[in-house]
């Protein structure tokens, strides 16, 4: 093969000696993988001077014949490749060869133009979650993935169940989206964790701000999109394994991926990840059922051409999650007991049993889409998909109660969308697209507990248009609109006493339909009418100087936690109360990013502010005498709020091998009505990280990183007085004041090992994180009341590619 | 465009099935919760016969907004009488009423109540029946006033305790599923 390479290569510098001064040169060469020095078949080489395009042979080979004189600019592509361009003179006295960065590792962040905005923002800077970052966390969450980027926070309860928070927002304020589809998660409790196996994502994508309005209108904190890996259109037959081992836990976890690709464009894969782990550790004590037991798999079969394509995908999730058993507390006397004492009041020696309180989450996702290219249309796609969410919390329970569910919920959603993307003339694109969606929330009486959550029928119709505009090649607009009707038949069972106390009976008569001993049955049908828009730019200075401008309009309507609830919170040691009269939350954002992504010193500038009407939060009111002692009463209302803030990534290469990152977020949260902080909002933060890379030494990387984060000192004053009888004294109940500063170090080591040729590798990675095992407490975990968080861990690593 | 009409149509199609698919309307039944309490009564029964006091503290719409309500105001003790305490625990959001009391003496090593007068009141409180271990239960008990005095008592149900205990809810931990306090006056 190499012979007859060179021979063509001797007939091609014949050629071009022999008919010089006229346009019959010709260039020739080779297309590489970089990676592995294979030969590519099938790029694209494009001659931006004339548009003529060549593709590589069988043998890699490209030959551009009848070209005159001069410089000459090539894009070269390939399906699995950086597409990249050369500058190159003819004539040529050598043979050009391309160079191409393919591999898997990579796939994740190969941007295929076609499909670019489907998932991206014009205006709003993509902050990327990388595969090898994901990898990194494969035993972990998807939140825990998240909290790498600056300005993403998580609310959690305990160390597993991780909510993401963007710019101070959370829960059903943020959209989901896993393989272009939307969550139905049960997202509006902030003790419900997003039910994704991050193993199965290429990339994840986080948007902070509600521009992604093909999903959804009323993502006012921002959207979050897991993105599946691509596939190339080959033959080929690859995939990886992680193995993944913590002594903090004393478990870990198992992902593999195994992916099948024809020519065709016949293509399928499977995966499937395990991980289990026992009681977590805080420096000086075990955090007694904290273990947690998840088992996932998704499979995916299409076909994908150019012009049209075909794919069905299924995922399965399921989680077993113990939550930490000193933070089941009966009243406020209890709740007094716990937040003084300085450690848990339950400990318990190490066990892998998860007992109660604990979730049992189950999540399928199905999904049908197909797609087709239309000339003088464009590319229409059609979905439907299919979630069904099963939520069980078993709890500390009595006599023939101990074993049932105190939560048992059944949230089935179905979506059909079809949308079409269209290019009106070189500059301008447009997408537009319809969806309906229904939604029906199942809340089983067997539990013995009212439900927490009424039954619900849900229907949602949604149209959106989108346009990308490029003025010039360095300005593109971006504009874009939604709508969304919701409407909602509702079959709730109040407490009569409630229904009364609230005025219900006299705003809402209509509504009841029968009454049962102390509750009443009501049929409350709200329905929202919800707009959204987003505008905005960016303009390329050059040398990788990069402004965005983002303006977003967004409005959600009430979760069905926030309009229904109505009763005690296990979870939260609180009755929660919801109110029926809430309208829709208005949210206006504006955000600028100034970023630059080339040279030694790189960084990203992104402050914003942000304005919500109707914002609905929950507030202590009163402190209610029950049977039970007292309980704190929480009540949502409904105010005005302003966020603003900055988020800033810094990256200076020192050397060649040495690179220092640094982050830093900030987040002012006020509700402006009453001119008090707001609550949860996460405190300033930076994160600092040295890194120490030789490529060619077995692709070594050292990264030493530093996590501080200061003490907020924002927050409502929410504390309340109990009395106790056997002390005969008043005390307070502090749940307000944040915990102290803290700071983290952690430390992480790899190396890659090729075999079989290069073709294959074995990645060993190895993480040291809170490496003083320093006792801390997290503002953002709901369960800092009672107990530190995670102490010291040490895990390994390794993987495989094949 | 013919495609797209397709798409429409189809989706149209679906959009009816589904909304068609669910309109059974099917009352959903009323949850009464198991495991609520809301009524306590403690009959104090003077040794050697005479009226026997009567406390109860009842709240219909456990953790509703209506108050619980407790009788009676005062809890009149003649000093130097022995009582003889019985507990009992009802759920009344259920019909008959669900007695919780036995649940409690089933799962007895589970369970355990305190009662907790104020400094000034001279009473003495004595456990009259114990889990399979041998440790207070308290569902029975005997009440001695001692002097006349006045003053509060707490009765306090916990589950899950550390048993033994020394008899404080700080060493006793576990959840509080009862919290009571009633004025006593002893004569």
Known sequence: ?802 | MKTISKFLILSLVILGMASCNNDDDNTPDPVNEEEVITTMTITLTPEGGGTPVVLQSRDLDGDGPDPQVITPVTVELVVGVTYNGTIVLLNETETPAENITEEVEEEDDEHQFFYIPSSGLDVTFDYGNFDGDGNPLGTEFTLVANTASTGTVNFVLRHEPNKPNDGTLGDAGGETDISVTWDVEAQ
């Open chain 1, 1 to 802: 093969m190499r012979l007859n390479f060179c021979i063509r290569c001797m007939l091609g510098l014949a050629c071009v000696q022999g008919y010089a001064q006229t346009c019959d040169y010709s260039i020739s060469g080779r297309i590489i993988d970089r990676h592995d020095d294979s030969l590519l078949t099938g790029a694209t080489l494009v001659l931006l001077n004339t548009g003529e395009t060549v593709y590589s042979d069988l043998d890699g080979i490209y030959e551009f014949t009848g070209l005159c004189e001069g410089t000459l600019n090539i894009r070269v592509s390939h399906p699995l490749c950086e597409p990249s361009n050369v500058t190159i003179s003819v004539p040529s006295n050598v043979p050009i060869d391309f160079y191409l960065e393919h591999h898997y590792e990579e796939l994740g962040q190969v941007t295929v133009t076609g499909n670019a905005y489907a998932t991206q923002s014009e205006s709003l800077l993509e902050n990327r979650v990388k595969l090898s970052t994901l990898e990194q966390f494969a035993a972990g969450s998807i939140g825990d993935a998240l909290n790498t980027l600056s300005g993403v926070s998580s609310l959690n309860t305990g160390n597993t169940v991780v909510k993401p928070m963007i710019n101070g927002l959370h829960s059903s304020r943020v959209t989901i989206i896993q393989n272009g589809v939307r969550m139905q998660d049960q997202e509006w409790g902030a003790e419900h964790a997003p039910n994704i196996d991050l193993n199965t994502a290429g990339q994840v994508i986080v948007l902070k701000g509600a521009s992604a309005l093909q999903y959804s209108g009323d993502a006012i904190g921002g959207v979050v999109i897991s993105e599946p890996p691509r596939v190339p259109v080959k033959d080929s037959l690859f995939g990886k394994v992680i193995l993944n081992g913590a002594t903090n836990g004393r478990g870990g976890s198992i992902t593999s991926t195994i992916t099948k690709t024809y020519k065709s464009g016949l293509y399928a894969t499977l995966q499937g990840t395990v991980k289990r782990f026992g009681d977590f550790e805080a420096p000086d004590y075990v955090l007694s059922n904290t273990g947690v037991f998840e088992r996932d798999g998704s499979i995916r079969i299409g076909i994908k051409d150019f012009d049209y394509g075909l794919e069905g995908y299924y995922s399965y999730f399921r989680n077993d999650i113990g939550i930490l058993r000193a933070s089941h507390i009966g009243g406020a006397q209890d709740q007094v007991a716990a937040i003084n004492s300085q450690q848990p009041l339950i400990i318990e020696d190490f066990t892998y049993d998860i007992g109660v309180p604990r979730q049992e989450v189950t999540h399928h996702l199905a999904q049908v889409s197909a797609f087709k290219r239309i000339e003088n249309l464009g590319k229409v796609s059609a979905s439907y998909n299919y979630q069904f969410n099963r939520r069980f919390e078993y709890d500390i329970r009595r006599g023939d109660d101990a074993e049932k569910p105190a939560v048992d919920l059944e949230l089935s959603t179905h979506q059909i969308s079809v949308d079409l993307e269209s290019d009106l003339s070189e500059r301008v694109s447009v997408k537009t697209g319809v969806a309906f969606n229904y939604q029906n929330n199942f809340a089983n009486p067997e539990t013995g507990v009212r439900r927490l959550i009424p039954d619900y029928d849900q229907y949602r119709w949604s149209v959106f248009g989108i346009s990308d505009i490029e003025l010039n090649s360095n300005l593109f607009l971006e504009l874009g609109a939604r709508f969304d009707y919701t409407t909602m038949d509702v079959l709730k069972f109040y407490r009569t006493s409630f229904w009364e106390l609230r005025g219900y009976d006299e705003l809402f008569p209509e509504l009841e339909v029968e009454t049962f001993g102390n509750q009443i049955l009501t049929n409350p049908k709200p329905d929202f009418a919800n707009a959204s828009a987003t505008a905005g730019l960016n303009y390329q200075f050059g040398n990788g100087l990069i402004l965005y401008g983002n303006y977003s309009l967004a409005t959600r309507a009430p979760n069905p936690s926030e309009l229904f609830s109505e009763g005690l919170h296990h979870s939260a040691s609180r009755i929660e109360l919801g109110d029926l009269k809430f309208s829709s939350e208005i949210s206006n954002k504006f955000a600028v990013t100034l970023q630059k992504n080339e040279g030694i010193f790189q960084f990203t500038l992104n402050p914003f502010v942000h304005f919500i009407d109707n914002f609905i939060l929950i507030e202590p009111t009163r402190v209610e005498q029950t049977i039970r002692g007292n309980f704190q009463v929480w009540e949502y209302r409904q105010t005005e709020a302003n966020l603003l803030g900055v988020d800033v990534d810094l990256r200076t290469e020192i050397t060649d091998q040495f690179t220092l990152t640094n982050q830093f977020s900030y987040v002012w949260g006020q509700d402006t009505t009453l001119d008090i902080p707001l609550i949860n909002m996460p405190p300033p933060s930076m994160v600092n990280a040295l890194e120490y890379n030789v490529p060619k030494f077995h692709g070594l990387n050292l990264k030493l990183q530093s996590d501080y984060f200061w003490k907020q000192s924002r927050f409502p004053d929410n504390n309340f007085e109990v009395f106790l009888a056997e002390t005969e004294t008043n005390e307070l109940v502090d749940v307000s004041t944040p915990p102290d500063a803290y700071h983290l170090i952690s430390f992480m080591a790899q190396m890659e090992f090729p075999f079989n040729n290069s073709n294959n590798k074995i990645t060993v990675g190895c993480v040291v994180s809170n490496m003083f095992n320093t006792s801390y407490r997290n503002y953002l975990n709901r369960l800092r009341y009672y107990a530190d968080d995670l102490g010291r861990n040490v895990g390994l690593n390794i993987k495989v590619n094949f």
